[in-house]
């Protein structure tokens, strides 16, 4: 497959704050029009996006384990109950409610894990540095970024479950720490996400033999 020269080879360098082309600017270097500091690669990127990428692994261990919904119904007079994800999840689909169970299925487990394994394939092949059909991982790494805006779902259906129910009035509804593990898991995987330089895909030593 040809492959279409890459900017570093021409010895171009984009300017992420102005979009100035810039020619022939040392690596790292600054923007000659808005002093910015340029680079031809994120810097350091992989390691950055690999430390991200693990400590939203281990905070999705207590956002999954710990509770993020207090409920309580008030004219049955029984004690509240305490729901995880997962059986926040069950508790709707078993109520009948299985349009909510599904967004929170989707918002905070499928979705969620998805990103971990892509974001974790995207790294192991930039590392490798021999990536195979880099269009399609090119976009795999649009798509992840594009559900990005979307992942604070699960964060707005508790804050809006509580709204309806308290609202109601026929019960008490709070929600619980595991949401704030949950919406670090988040946050960081969205900068995991910015921190991963997709051009380091199109940096195959095959695809693009060292000039002499
Ligand atoms: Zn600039």
Same mark, same amino acid.
């Not at 991963?196 to 195959?204: T, V, Y």
């Given at each position: 497959m040809n492959t279409p020269s890459r900017a570093a080879d021409a010895g171009l360098c984009g300017c992420p704050v102005c979009g100035l082309v810039c020619d022939? #600017?040392?690596? *790292?270097g600054r923007c000659p029009r808005c002093h910015c500091e340029l680079h031809s690669r994120k810097p350091e990127s992989l390691s950055r996006t690999w430390a991200l990428l693990t400590a939203a692994l281990i905070l999705y261990v207590p956002a999954n384990i710990l509770p993020v919904m207090y409920t309580q119904s008030i004219d049955s007079g029984s004690a509240g109950r305490e729901d995880t994800i997962f059986s926040g999840v069950i508790g709707f689909w078993q109520s009948g409610s299985w349009d909510i169970a599904a967004i929170i299925f989707i918002a905070s487990i499928l979705i969620p894990s998805t990103k971990f394994i892509v974001l974790a394939v995207l790294l192991v092949n930039a590392r490798r540095r &021999? #990536? &195979?059909r880099p269009a399609l991982q090119a976009q795999l790494y649009r798509a992840l970024e594009a559900v990005g805006y979307w992942s604070m779902l699960d964060v707005l259906v508790v804050g809006l479950v509580t709204a309806v129910v308290k609202f109601r009035g026929v019960s008490e509804a709070e929600p619980r720490i595991g949401i704030l593990f949950f919406g670090m898991v988040v946050v960081l995987t969205m900068l995991g996400t910015l921190a991963? @330089? *997709? &051009? +380091? +895909?199109? @940096?195959?030593p095959s695809r693009h033999p060292p000039h002499g």
């Open positions: 022939g #600017v040392a690596d *790292p &021999r #990536v &195979r991963f @330089d *997709p &051009r +380091l +895909l199109w @940096d195959s």
